[in-house]
């Protein structure tokens, strides 16, 4: 057994995936906040499913709360980044916006929690969490200047007030396509590629998309290598 | 003060709408739920924002979850019954998408708490809200049947798996759109007949929808005076 990180040794060997004592916390939070809820979880019912002790789990979260945010942030850090990547390394609107739309409904699809659920809690509301707000409108923001940049390009401007919200929207209406999948109300069909497409002709995109699927693939691609992403 | 319903006279005069006992305890527990969480709402708590003891709060409401059960359900009863009059007082796919798109996310932006929220909750997937499941799915199977029309009208299939689910998934965005907007994350902006118009893009419609729009909201008005929508 290998000893990661302060506090003190493990009650038991490793239960969870992660690198970390401070990755399983979070990997075992993200269980019990999605299947129990967030007041349903307490953090000795995390502490219990990692195999530590609550001492342990206090060196690395002080918490409950300080879980959740760095859970939430980790979901919405990533698209941002890439993001910024798509934009300094793609000039065609069209892809730029595929590409994006891509790599996040991707991860939300791949995640192996359903995080999102968490976002409409009453709880993330409040101060505590006003850093996750803060970056995740910082992803809404790049989302509708790529979208508006399509919209421009496909010729189209009056599509209703909100439009460039719509391809955002979407890619998290995979969280909700997850959770029925979960719960068997619905079997999960909806892929990335669908919801890409999607979101490209909600901007009056009405051409085939394969093409600019397969440039965003490869963009992505290109992307995933020069810069791999970071662990929460 | 009028005394309705089974129970003890009320304790004060009446706080909430609602023209029963019964309706100002769901709107009560509508906005305890949304605001407080449902985990973090007693029964307690709901009897003292109407104004009445926990005793008559039971006449009406064995518990905590049958009051849930209630307020679900009753977001999408009144869509599954309005897609069946659309369905059999409408012919044209198009213009039946679009009325369902339209209804549905109006009264999703107009209810007065933002139920859809509580859709992700983990004791929603429990045996207890099954009903809601069970008349949920109902809808959705109804979206992707005018979305599966819709879409052979338009000549295209070749959308992407899970395109038929894609309106239905665009229409429940108004959930997360209403939270940004009381989180300040975001103004509102985004409109029913936005998502409506955008639903016919999704699955492959490319021309203008102002007409489309003209007789759906004929259709709904047509509607409304014939099958008045049932209280909660």
Redesign the interface.
């Given at each position: 057994m290998t000893v990661t990180g302060v506090g003190r040794p493990r009650l038991s060997t490793r239960r969870r995936p992660g690198a970390t004592a401070r990755e399983e916390i979070l990997d075992a939070a993200a269980e019990l906040f999605?299947?129990?809820?967030?007041?349903?979880t307490s953090t000795r019912m995390i502490a219990d499913a990692v195999g530590i002790r609550q001492a342990s789990m206090y060196h690395h979260f002080a918490t409950k709360d300080d879980i959740l945010a760095t859970l939430l942030l980790g979901t919405v850090a990533g698209p941002v980044e890439r993001a910024e990547q798509i934009r300094l390394n793609c000039e065609d609107p069209i892809v730029r916006m595929y590409a994006l739309a891509l790599f996040d409904t991707s991860q939300l699809a791949a995640a192996r929690w359903n995080l999102g659920?968490l976002?409409?809690?009453?709880?993330?509301?409040t101060e505590r969490f006003a850093d996750f707000?803060r970056l995740?409108?910082e992803l809404?923001v790049r989302y509708s200047s790529f979208a508006l940049d399509a919209l421009r390009a496909n010729g189209g401007s009056d599509?209703?007030?909100?439009?460039p919200?719509?391809p955002f929207?979407?890619v998290?209406?995979m969280?909700?396509?997850r959770?029925?999948a979960?719960?068997r109300?619905?079997t999960f069909?909806?892929?990335p590629?669908?919801?890409a497409?999607?979101s490209l002709?909600?901007l009056?995109w009405?051409g085939p998309t394969e093409s600019i699927a397969h440039s965003a693939v490869a963009l992505l691609d290109r992307l995933a290598e020069s810069h791999p992403q970071p662990s929460p």
């Open positions: 999605t299947t129990r809820g967030f007041t349903g659920a976002y409409l809690l009453p709880e993330v509301s707000r995740r409108n809404m599509c209703g007030p909100g439009t919200e719509l929207r979407l998290e209406a969280i909700g396509a959770s029925d979960n719960s109300a619905r069909v909806l892929t590629h669908t919801i497409a999607a002709r909600t009056g009405s």
